[in-house]
């Protein structure tokens, strides 16, 4: 018997069997099922209504927010606060405003729903206007003359109110102009964000009027058939209707709730927020009725998508019920005959088939019959071939390290591969049976529908899509989405097949790119083969004074002075036979042309980019006016001061010397009035005579003291290796007779071998630390300790004593001219010594500094930079 036969017997018994069984449930099946399925479907229908509704509307909020954090109009908040134009690009707030006028009518010219953009003062006041065109004229900005004071409109309080960051959304309601409702009709929702400007304070707003005709008429043409739609507010006014002249009452002189129109509607739907039932009315006996609300705003009350469809299921019922249970009665009978008849044949090779198929969705070997004759046989041998290919072509897939994802026609997931489950964080068993949108891209990131549409219409393509999506952790990831029609032999489309690839590094990459250019010091002019500017930054903006849009497509002479455009080109030339990595400062003069004609100098680094299409070349350019200046301001400063201390030196060399003739006069005469006339005049002519004397050499002590430190400053010479141990050496021999009068004790510790210094400076810099540190003596006979210890890159000496020291506070005077901490009479000196030390020091490149407490001693301290072994 062939199978043919074999399947026709178990048909029939099948079928009578299938008679029986229906006779006793198609009453439960209709009334107690279907009707309930009915309204189930109806709610999904009314969710998904709801869920375009605030898909909608979030794409609103979004090009809000982005119009809101948008630079022209940080920029345009601190030029208005500051009244000066910002100091990155020069411009003032009529040219930021100008720029942000632009930017609204850019988004109005591409969005036909949208019937304004504004931003409007904390005081209630706009300050730019942008109109959508009427007539099909394009969106305008208003002038100044036709702004509004909006203070009395609530949105305005309610907005400023509001917390940074946050957008409040408006109540839907008939569009008014100067008061008055706008005809024809238009539905509208306002969105504003606050602005706050860079200290914290609240600036004012940015709003967005949108015309929701479309997106209510886009809801209309998605109801199903035979099925009515209501939308209604938070006050449970119609926003839309099956009779349009119903809709919004509140503002057109007749207000009409849901609840008093549809008092059997309102009492089914109660309190809930969402859900389903079917009821009986006046015109229909079975009606099937279905809510969901849709919040758009955290600050309204949600609105309420409600949808009804007549059933008339029964009416048909109970003759059904009749006609299948006495059908059931006469093939039950038959039926057990059949069965027992076909049972024997036809079960052994179909549970070999059922078991074969159960080893391959479990991934077992498979062992069919493909030995048998018969259509038994072909059906194993082709199963078993396709079962081969399957397996194949799963390995592929699961193998791929891009996520890919099947759907059916209906958009939801039926296949879902490793990888998906990587880039999505969604499992396999939680991903199908679900809407692809809901489970891979944010709200309206991503219409299933569309690609359907796309893929079924003139031509068949489909449009690739890149969405961002939260990962657990809290970053985005931004993923490029290429889907592709799977199409059944005949041609028609059985679902969609989505390859889904992680760009976000790439996509990183390119904006850290972009960034860098934009907002590089340098102005970047990138041009082709041809001398043609492709591409420019902010800075090339900046220091040309023309806008990008004046330079990309130009030839790049157009930034050059006439005089360098017969060299450059052929300097282009040349260049392009061997581009190379070119630096800035080739210490050739470069200068560009502004705009304005004015010649400035500039600084130019090339860098070849080759790509695909041919070599083009990145310009990096400086403008170096303001070097250019300041160079030229140094050197006259420097000159200047030069010239002064020679002048300075000059003076004080010949004040010093035309001082000291006439004061060895003095001296000089006044000592022999002392040796003379001592004892011969009266006591008190012997006193002035000895203050005459004293004030003298004084004078001569100062003086020299003086010299000293201005050939300090005027004989620099370059610094060589020396031994300092051998400096110190014959600076305590020098002074071997005043250490020898005060019974000093002199140490030294470790000293280096050699610094980098002046031999003969550095002498007197010991000297005067030994000599301070022996007139200041304390009771107890001077002990003074000099050592050295490496310090980082230099060397750190210190010169220790036991005198009598001074307080903290006047560690820093001590350094200064003329400065003494004693009194004159009892301790010698000019008060340059230790000043003297100071311009040494500092002339070697070190520092100096003095730690001392009274009664304690001192310690001073100060750095030489070591020699350099390798060079020396």
Not at 107 to 136: F, S
Not at 276 to 286: G, I, K, L, Q, R
């Amino acid at each position: 018997m062939t199978i043919t036969t074999q399947l026709l017997i178990a048909m029939v018994g099948l079928v009578l069997v299938a008679s029986a069984s229906v006779g006793f449930s198609v009453y439960w099946t209709v009334e107690r099922a279907i009707l309930p399925l009915v309204a189930q479907r109806l709610e999904g229908d009314a969710r998904r209504l709801a869920n375009q509704l605030i898909s909608k509307t979030g794409t609103y909020q979004a090009d809000l927010k982005a119009q809101a954090i948008s630079q022209p109009l940080a920029k345009f908040v601190e030029t208005m606060r500051s009244g000066s134009p910002d100091r990155a690009y020069g411009w003032t707030m009529a040219e930021w405003k100008y720029a942000i006028e632009q930017q609204f009518i850019t988004e109005l010219a591409v969005k036909p729903d949208y019937l304004q953009l504004r931003v409007i003062g904390a005081d209630g006041r706009e300050l730019i206007r942008v109109d959508k065109g009427e007539a099909g004229l394009p969106p305008s900005a208003v002038p100044a003359a036709g702004l509004q004071d909006k203070s009395h409109r609530p949105y305005i309080p309610a907005t400023l109110s509001t917390e940074s960051g946050s957008i409040y959304v408006s109540a839907i309601d008939l569009n008014r102009e100067f008061g008055a409702v706008e005809e024809p009709f238009v539905p509208t929702v306002r969105f504003a964000m606050p602005i706050d400007a860079a200290d914290g304070s609240r600036f004012g707003l940015v709003i967005l009027n949108v015309d929701m005709r479309e997106s209510f008429d886009a809801l209309r043409r998605a109801v199903p058939p035979a099925s009515d739609l209501y939308i209604i507010n938070g006050e449970g006014d119609y926003l839309v209707h099956p009779d349009r002249s119903l809709e919004f009452g509140f503002d057109r002189g007749e207000r009409i709730l849901f609840s008093q129109d549809q008092p059997n509607l309102a009492a089914a739907i109660g309190e809930e927020a969402s859900g389903s039932t079917t009821m009986e009315t006046d015109e229909t006996p079975f009606l099937a009725l279905a809510w969901v609300e849709a919040e758009v705003s955290r600050n309204l009350p949600p609105l309420s998508i409600i949808m009804t469809r007549p059933l008339q299921l029964s009416v048909v019922a109970p003759q059904v019920r009749e006609t299948a249970g006495l059908v059931a009665l006469i093939a039950a009978a038959l039926a057990s005959i059949a069965v027992a008849l076909a049972a024997r044949a036809i079960v052994r090779p179909i549970v070999a088939m059922t078991a074969g198929v159960a080893d391959a969705s479990a991934g077992r070997p498979v062992n069919l019959p493909t030995d048998r004759g018969g259509e038994i046989g072909v059906l194993a041998r082709a199963l078993t071939d396709y079962i081969e290919r399957e397996r194949f072509d799963t390995a592929i897939v699961n193998s791929s390290n891009d996520a890919i994802l099947t759907t059916d026609r209906d958009g939801i997931i039926v296949r879902w591969n490793p990888a998906a489950t990587l880039l999505f964080e969604v499992a396999e068993a939680n991903a199908a049976g679900r809407k692809v949108e809901d489970v891979i891209a944010p709200p309206g990131a991503v219409e299933v529908e569309s690609w359907f549409k796309s893929a079924t219409g003139p031509g068949g393509t489909l449009g690739a899509v890149e969405i961002s999506r939260e990962r657990r952790d809290g970053s985005l990831s931004d993923i490029a989405l290429r889907p592709s029609p799977v199409r059944a032999p005949d041609g028609s489309i059985l679902g969609l097949s989505i390859i889904a690839r992680d760009v976000t590094a790439s996509r990183e990459a390119q904006e850290m790119f972009r960034l860098s250019v934009e907002y590089s010091p340098a102005g970047n002019v990138l041009v082709d083969a041809s001398g043609t500017i492709i591409l420019v930054n902010a800075q090339t903006e900046a220091v040309f004074g023309y806008p990008r849009d004046e330079l990309i497509g130009q030839p790049v002479d157009k930034l050059l002075p006439p005089a360098a455009l017969g060299q450059h080109a052929t300097f282009m030339a040349d260049y392009l036979k061997s581009p190379s990595r070119r630096a800035m400062g080739n210490e050739r003069d470069v200068f560009g042309r502004r705009k304005t004609g004015e010649i400035v100098p500039i600084e130019v680094g090339l860098t070849p980019v080759p790509t695909r299409n041919g070599m083009l070349v990145l310009a990096a350019i400086v403008d170096q006016s303001a070097a250019r200046k300041a160079q030229r301001d140094l050197k006259a400063r420097s000159d200047e001061l030069e010239r002064s201390n020679k002048d300075l030196m000059q003076f004080a060399y010949v004040a010093s010397h035309d001082l000291q003739e006439p004061l060895r006069m003095v001296a000089s005469f006044t000592q022999l009035l002392a040796d003379r006339y001592q004892g011969q005049l009266d006591e008190r002519a012997d006193k002035y005579i000895h203050f005459a004397v004293d004030g003298a050499k004084r004078m001569q002590s100062l003086i020299n003291d003086l010299l000293d430190y201005s050939r300090v400053g005027a004989t620099a010479r370059e610094l060589e290796p020396v031994d300092i141990a051998d400096i110190w050496t014959r600076v305590v021999r020098v002074s071997a007779k005043t250490i020898q009068s005060t019974e000093a004790v002199i140490e030294t510790g470790d000293l280096p071998d050699r610094v980098l210094g002046d031999s003969e400076h550095l002498s007197r810099l010991l000297q005067n630390l030994l000599s301070n540190a022996l007139k200041f003596r304390s009771e107890a006979p001077p002990h003074v300790t000099f050592g050295a210890e490496r310090t980082g890159e230099t060397w750190t000496f210190t010169m220790t004593d036991n005198g009598i020291g001074f307080e903290a506070r006047d560690g820093t005077r001590v350094f200064e001219m003329f400065q003494r901490l004693n009194d004159r009479g009892r301790y010698e000196g000019t008060g340059l010594g230790l000043a003297i030390a100071k311009r040494i020091v500092d002339q070697h490149g070190g520092r100096i500094w003095v730690d001392s407490k009274p009664g304690h001693g001192s310690a001073f301290h100060f750095t030489l930079s070591p020699v350099d072994e390798t060079s020396a």
